[in-house]
């Protein structure tokens, strides 16, 4: 365990106090630029140069892998990108990529902004736990290495990426992939991420889909007169949450929102109903794709059979296939399966240090997928804490003090490791 200092700890408060939501989930301008300088201010007392503070220019975004919902944005929103920058802070040498370690933390964080405060024990304010406390924890851990194996270290370049980007559904495209696409990376890649202190070397994707329902209103008093997409698209919803999960092969089937209107006295003929799934691999994300656009089909069909004669909804049965349509809201990420080496499993977890992420338990979607496929990286996620039990993304979000100063050791020795068997081993010599 390393323990966080008094300006660490005033670090901490200081990023909670500045709100730096995700422009995805809120109208108003983060206060990312701000927080970064306050981060690399920190950093530089270690010996950290700022490499690259800039934020994605509007010709990274291209391409399918693209969220809608960031394309839009882009296009709709002046300022978007520029308002949401990223951070790569270096320290020791340029040294080859084979020297270099990489940890990967961002800054922005979902809506809701919560109560700021520290009792001595504990952290509170949104971001606490994901992931402004494991950002902090993380410059902790790298004083501390410093301190334990100065020398060694000489021999190690280190990297970190203080992202934007991560959270509101952008999935890493104008944060983490544009700093990695210009080799911002090492050998060994450090994602911080709340895992309970367990070492997570696989990240599935996510994928969204969005049903729609176009059709026609009508007034209460002639409900059979229109298109009822409230109903048509309730029948969906349950037959995706029944029937969808068997094809998800070790992700997760998410039905999530579905919205029609507000009113009482009129029957919408529009509505969508959001779908969001995770997928272990690119070719298990092809095929939930597929079964989600059959079961889609076969669902419209089924409510066309079922209420054809209904004398309030035989409008709805006889329309629904022309009426209805799957949207891509993002589709064809990466997902990056097991990528560390077993060196480096054996690095990141000593006997009394973290352990490994149970291999039957399922991973979770974060940045960590844009490691996919580069060569000569090893990627790991790790970080303090539960994303359910210190409410990342809900009311109430927290980090402990003991939590935080665990995960600071536990980079300490991650980093102290890595010198070590870069100076016995002959050039950094390739595993």
């Given at each position: 365990?390393?323990?966080?200092?008094?300006?660490?700890?005033?670090?901490l408060l200081r990023l909670l106090e500045l709100p730096t939501v995700s422009m995805l989930e809120s109208e108003d301008?983060?206060?990312?630029?701000?927080?970064?300088?306050?981060?690399?201010?920190?950093?530089?007392?270690?010996?950290?140069?700022?490499?690259?503070?800039?934020?994605?220019?509007?010709?990274?975004?291209?391409?399918?892998?693209?969220?809608?919902?960031?394309?839009?944005?882009?296009?709709?929103?002046?300022?978007?990108?520029?308002?949401?920058?990223?951070?790569?802070?270096?320290?020791?040498?340029?040294?080859?990529?084979?020297?270099?370690?990489?940890?990967?933390?961002?800054?922005?964080?979902?809506?809701?902004?919560?109560?700021?405060?520290?009792?001595?024990?504990?952290?509170?304010?949104?971001?606490?736990?994901?992931?402004?406390?494991?950002?902090?924890?993380?410059?902790?851990?790298?004083?501390?290495?410093?301190?334990?194996?100065?020398?060694?270290?000489?021999?190690?370049?280190?990297?970190?990426?203080?992202?934007?980007?991560?959270?509101?559904?952008?999935?890493?495209?104008?944060?983490?992939?544009?700093?990695?696409?210009?080799?911002?990376?090492?050998?060994?890649?450090?994602?911080?991420?709340?895992?309970?202190?367990?070492?997570?070397?696989?990240?599935?994707?996510?994928?969204?889909?969005?049903?729609?329902v176009d059709g026609d209103d009508a007034i209460d008093d002639r409900p059979a007169a229109g298109h009822n997409a409230?109903?048509?698209?309730?029948?969906?919803?349950?037959?995706?949450?029944?029937?969808?999960?068997?094809?998800?092969?070790?992700?997760?089937?998410?039905?999530?929102?579905?919205?029609?209107?507000?009113?009482?006295?009129?029957?919408?003929?529009?509505?969508?109903?959001?779908?969001?799934?995770?997928?272990?691999?690119?070719?298990?994300?092809?095929?939930?794709?597929?079964?989600?656009?059959?079961?889609?089909?076969?669902?419209?069909?089924?409510?066309?059979?079922?209420?054809?004669?209904?004398?309030?909804?035989?409008?709805?049965?006889?329309?629904?296939?022309?009426?209805?349509?799957?949207?891509?809201?993002?589709?064809?990420?990466p997902a990056l399966p097991a990528a560390v080496g077993p060196w480096a499993i054996d690095l990141m977890t000593p006997?009394?240090?973290?352990?490994?992420?149970?291999?039957?338990?399922?991973?979770?979607?974060?940045?960590?997928?844009?490691?996919?496929?580069?060569?000569?990286?090893?990627?790991?996620?790790?970080?303090?804490?539960?994303?359910?039990?210190?409410?990342?993304?809900?009311?109430?979000?927290?980090?402990?003090?003991?939590?935080?100063?665990?995960?600071?050791?536990?980079?300490?020795?991650?980093?102290?490791?890595?010198?070590?068997?870069?100076?016995?081993?002959?050039?950094?010599?390739?595993?």
């Amino acid at each position: 365990m390393t323990r966080l200092t008094r300006a660490e700890r005033d670090l901490l408060l200081r990023l909670l106090e500045l709100p730096t939501v995700s422009m995805l989930e809120s109208e108003d301008e983060p206060r990312l630029w701000e927080a970064q300088r306050s981060y690399a201010d920190a950093a530089r007392d270690l010996g950290f140069d700022v490499v690259h503070h800039a934020a994605a220019e509007a010709s990274e975004l291209t391409g399918d892998q693209v969220p809608l919902a960031v394309r839009r944005a882009v296009e709709d929103r002046p300022g978007f990108l520029a308002a949401q920058p990223s951070l790569v802070l270096a320290l020791g040498p340029d040294l080859p990529r084979t020297s270099t370690v990489m940890f990967n933390v961002h800054l922005d964080t979902v809506a809701g902004l919560e109560p700021v405060g520290f009792d001595g024990r504990r952290f509170t304010g949104r971001g606490a736990i994901d992931a402004k406390g494991p950002a902090v924890a993380l410059l902790a851990g790298i004083r501390a290495a410093l301190a334990a194996a100065p020398d060694r270290l000489a021999d190690t370049r280190v990297l970190i990426q203080a992202v934007s980007g991560e959270e509101g559904g952008a999935m890493g495209v104008f944060g983490t992939r544009p700093l990695l696409r210009r080799g911002w990376y090492g050998r060994l890649n450090v994602f911080c991420e709340p895992t309970g202190m367990r070492v997570l070397s696989r990240s599935t994707a996510a994928m969204t889909a969005c049903v729609r329902v176009d059709g026609d209103d009508a007034i209460d008093d002639r409900p059979a007169a229109g298109h009822n997409a409230t109903v048509l698209l309730g029948h969906l919803a349950q037959r995706l949450a029944v029937r969808l999960p068997e094809h998800a092969a070790g992700g997760q089937v998410c039905v999530a929102g579905l919205h029609t209107g507000h009113l009482h006295n009129r029957v919408y003929g529009t509505g969508r109903l959001l779908l969001n799934c995770s997928y272990p691999d690119s070719a298990t994300g092809r095929a939930l794709a597929g079964h989600l656009e059959r079961e889609v089909a076969d669902g419209v069909r089924e409510f066309a059979d079922a209420y054809r004669t209904h004398r309030v909804l035989a409008r709805t049965a006889a329309d629904a296939a022309a009426i209805t349509r799957v949207e891509w809201h993002k589709r064809g990420l990466p997902a990056l399966p097991a990528a560390v080496g077993p060196w480096a499993i054996d690095l990141m977890t000593p006997e009394g240090g973290p352990g490994r992420w149970p291999a039957d338990e399922p991973a979770f979607t974060c940045d960590a997928i844009w490691m996919a496929g580069l060569p000569g990286a090893h990627t790991a996620i790790l970080g303090p804490g539960d994303l359910d039990r210190n409410h990342a993304h809900a009311a109430g979000e927290y980090a402990d003090l003991s939590d935080l100063e665990a995960f600071a050791g536990a980079v300490s020795g991650i980093l102290v490791r890595f010198a070590a068997r870069q100076h016995a081993t002959t050039g950094g010599m390739r595993q």
